[in-house]
Each structure stands twice: as structure tokens, then as C-alpha cells.
């Protein structure tokens, strides 16, 4: 198994900054954009930028046959995930390898049920700090991806074949030994730092200093540790202090996904935050009132979309 081909659905900030990684490391063609007509051309009109160059991908229409990629990489907000799915078809084969880096902890099941989880692998994107506006995208660091299957203690066939394009691309990733604790870890931070960010209308910098932001967003983050613990993923004072040193490393003028729709006027993915905190909080009978406040404060603010 040798990764040569990736695709990328989704040109947001993540899927633009990885895009433009990846373009600018292989042959166009071996590097594919997914996209509607009338997306591709609004892209070649406009162009794509990122960091102030324009790029002009290699667009590639959701019914177009051609040989499947190696590596299928969504980078779709989750309310598109569906049609995302829906659109990358001609894109997946038999030895097709998906990653998902959507925010959440749902998204790999649910495009596994289309594909298989035998394609899928474990995700989590941190550590990024990119924000885009219309058809420009600037960041300072892109983070890395952390993959693998749940349990890394030996490394599967498709774990290998990503970290070795990873390397050869000289792309930053890391491949965790539990991955389940790793994205539980990654969705306690979104969880604190979307909604923080976006319900204070700020930046990331506010949650870098002591404050009323960042005692929120710690309070909605020590409440996913505690629903952790009642499921068995178990996270702790460490996981916390880990995930508040990546927040150290963004740029703080940077804004997260959901203060980047709230500015955009677009609804946002509040539903798999507070939302899938507070649904489980209930189940488990764990009290989540920040996030409760944080969902009814969204909720209020999107009423003016």
C-alpha cells in the first residue's frame, strides 16, 4: 500500500491550507479538489488564496470517473457532511484511505457507513490556527494531524502507508497511542474554545489571558472532562493543561470555525459542542450548565442570521 494520490473536499480554511500544502509538494494533478460546477466556477473566477498567493487547483466534479485516490482527506463543516459524502463517491476505491477532519467525535462513524470502517482512520486537526474570509485564507501555524486506529500500540498497514506520504510530504502529524482519548481531547478544547470565542465575539487571544472568556471556557471544558470519566475515556488535569498549551501556540489575532461563521453570518456547529455535551450529560447524568449557557447564548445570537 503506497499513498501517491490524495483528495480534498472542502475548501475552507483547513481543506485551503491543506490544499495549497499539498499542491505545492506534488504534481496537480496527483493532488484533487472536489467540487460542484458552479463552486469550481466561482474558485476560478475569484481564485483561492492563501497567505496572499492565489493557487488554482486541480477541481474535480463529483461525477467525473476517473481511478480512485489513495488518500481521501473531508474537510467539510459537519452540516455538509451529507452531501459531502454523497459527492466524493468517484473518489473512493477498494484501497482508499479516509481521513476526517471535521470538529466532533461522530464524523468517521458516519462516513464509515457509507465506505466502510475498514477505510477509515481515527483524526484529530490541532494546533492550526487558520482563518478565511471569502476566498482568502491566512494562518501562521498549520498544527498537525493526529491519525491512526483507535488502538496505535502496532501500527496497521493504512496507519503505516499515511505516516509514510506524511513524511515524504514533510507534513506535520503525530499518531497517538489511544486515538480515542485523543479526539475526546480535541473536542473538550472546541468545546471551550468555539463557543468562548464566538459567544464573546473575540479572538483567540482573550482565552490566552486570565478573564471572564477564559474562565469560561475552562469551566465548559472541566465539564467534558467530567462526562469522560462516566464513559470510560477518562480525561484529566493533564489532558487540560496539554490542550491550553496547544491554545498557547495560535496566533491570537486568529478566530476558531465558529466565531469565523458567526462573522460570516452562518449558522454554526453549536449542535456538536454544548449539543452533544448537554445530550450526554443527561444520559449520564453528569450537570453541564456552562454549556448549557454557552448553546442558549448561540442560539440567541443566530437569530439575527
Known sequence: ??????????????????????????????????????RIRKYEGTGIYSNGKRYDFNYVLPESQQQPV????????????????????HQVGEHTTILSALNGISSEEIIGKTFGMEKMLYCVAQGMDAVKIGNKAIYQNMGMLSFGEKDNSSWSDKVTAVAQFFDLMNFPYEVPLNMEHRMWGKFMLNTG????????ST????????????????????????????IGINLGQDD??????????????????????????????????SGTTIALG??????TPVNEWLYQKVQEMETDF
Open 1 to 38: 500500500m503506497k499513498i501517491r494520490t490524495i483528495g480534498i473536499i472542502g475548501l475552507g480554511a483547513l481543506g485551503t491550507m491543506y490544499a495549497t500544502y499539498f499542491t505545492d509538494k506534488l504534481p496537480k494533478g496527483d493532488v484533487r479538489v472536489i467540487a460542484t460546477q458552479s
Open 70 to 89: 489513495d488518500l481521501l482527506l473531508f474537510c467539510v463543516k459537519f452540516n455538509q457532511l451529507e452531501q459531502a459524502i454523497e459527492d466524493a463517491k
Open 193 to 200: 474554545v468555539n463557543q468562548t470565542v464566538a459567544v464573546f
Open 203 to 230: 479572538n483567540y487571544g482573550a482565552i490566552q489571558v486570565e478573564g471572564e472568556p477564559r474562565n469560561v471556557m475552562i469551566a465548559a471544558m472541566k465539564e467534558v472532562i467530567t462526562l469522560s470519566q462516566k
Open 240 to 273: 487540560l493543561e496539554y490542550w491550553l498549551h496547544v491554545l498557547e501556540t495560535l496566533n491570537p489575532l486568529g478566530m476558531p470555525s465558529m466565531r469565523q461563521d458567526m462573522v460570516a453570518k452562518r449558522r454554526t456547529e453549536v449542535g456538536l459542542f
Open 282 to 287: 443527561k444520559r449520564y447524568q453528569v450537570p
